[in-house]
């Protein structure tokens, strides 16, 4: 079952993000498609900036997934500064994906 995260990051900057997704596609750069990621499984990524922060949300095909995809996320946003962030998980009910 698609899951959803959210990620919340006060005090992340563009820079930030940009950094963490280029160390993420191996040095492509930001996210183009799904499979720039390092896994396989994303179904849709969105950025933005936030009034004091960044906000990601992640569909991902399953839990198992996105659990892979944290094993060589998590790392990274350590070394960005990020360690205690953490997502929170939401079951998806309907995904569509344009």
Do not use: C
Not at 18 to 25: G, M, P, V, W
Request: net charge negative; glycine share 10%; no cysteine.
């Amino acid at each position: 079952m698609a899951i959803v995260a959210i990620f919340e990051a006060p005090g992340m900057t563009q820079e930030d993000y940009e950094r963490i997704t280029d160390k993420l596609t191996g040095g492509n750069g930001t996210v183009k498609s799904p499979s720039d990621w390092p896994v396989a499984g994303l179904r849709s990524h969105v950025a933005a900036p936030t009034s004091d922060g960044w906000f990601v949300a992640d569909v991902w095909e399953s839990e198992d997934a996105f659990r892979q995809f944290g094993d060589t996320l998590m790392p990274i946003l350590q070394e960005a500064g990020f360690a205690n962030l953490q997502p929170r998980i939401y079951q998806a009910h309907n995904v569509v994906v344009g």
